[in-house]
T-cell receptor
Framework: NAGVTQTPKFQVLKTGQSMTLQCAQD?????MYWYRQDPGMGLRLIYY???????DKGEVPNGYNVSRLNKREFSLRLESAAPSQTSVYFC?????????????FGDGTRLSIL | SQQGEEDPQALSIQEGENATMNCSYK?????LQWYRQNSGRGLVHLIL?????REKHSGRLRVTLDTSKKSSSLLITASRAADTASYFC??????????FGKGNQVVVIP
């Protein structure tokens, strides 16, 4: 049982390049999330998808786009990468977006922008 | 903005000792969650405590919640080297999104 799978695990980009981070879950969860984790900042929500077909902005959406491809997959795209987007990106899922649902996390994508 | 704020930020203890960390939050909550993150891994959910609960146990974990002080504590009893990790509290924002604290790093020395 894989849970939440993120690809790639590591990536180095040059400023201005584009990239899509992939996330898939096999738990039949309705809700999915993208976070970034920076030293001393904790986790900050970038975008989330409450259910298939819907997406909403989180705390730090600028510079990112998302696609909820189907119930299983939720991708995060950087159209023109900037050094400020160097971070560790985590995808998470939960059965639904209600406040008593624990979130299940992938192991992250470590992204460096040069 | 971060809803939760853990205190202390870093803790180093000997194996077998207890580790206590605290979390404060700013607004009313329905529940508060604690997560663990091992180095290089994603977060793992540990325990959820509802606003009408004062204490909850799960194995060697004990969580308390004081809604009047807007604070929660996580106690790990009889710590093990495998408990070395960062611990985060999380509360729910009005639109059902989780807001995480900045984390509390615990190092258990064998």
């Amino acid at each position: 049982n894989a849970g939440v799978t993120q690809t790639p695990k590591f990536q180095v980009l040059k400023t201005g390049q584009s990239m899509t981070l992939q996330c898939a879950q096999d738990m039949n969860h309705n809700s999915m999330y993208w976070y970034r984790q920076d030293p001393g900042m904790g986790l900050r929500l970038i975008y989330y998808s409450a259910s298939e077909g819907t997406t909403d902005k989180g705390e730090v959406p600028n510079g990112y786009n998302v696609s909820r491809l189907n119930k299983r997959e939720f991708s995060l795209r950087l159209e023109s990468a900037a050094p400020s987007q160097t971070s560790v990106y985590f995808c998470a899922s939960s059965p639904r977006t209600v406040n008593d649902q624990p979130q299940h996390f992938g192991d992250g994508t470590r992204l460096s922008i040069l | 903005s971060q809803q939760g704020e853990e205190d202390p930020q870093a803790l180093s203890i000997q194996e077998g000792e207890n580790a206590t960390m605290n979390c404060s939050y700013k607004t009313s909550i329905n529940n508060l969650q604690w997560y663990r993150q091992n180095s290089g891994r994603g977060l793992v959910h540990l325990i959820l405590i509802r606003s009408n609960e004062r204490e909850k146990h799960s194995g060697r974990l004990r969580v308390t919640l004081d809604t009047s002080k807007k604070s929660s504590s996580l106690l790990i009893t009889a710590s093990r080297a495998a408990d070395t990790a960062s611990y985060f509290c999380a509360t729910v924002l009005g639109n059902n999104r989780l807001a995480f604290g900045k984390g509390n790093q615990v190092v258990v020395i064998p």
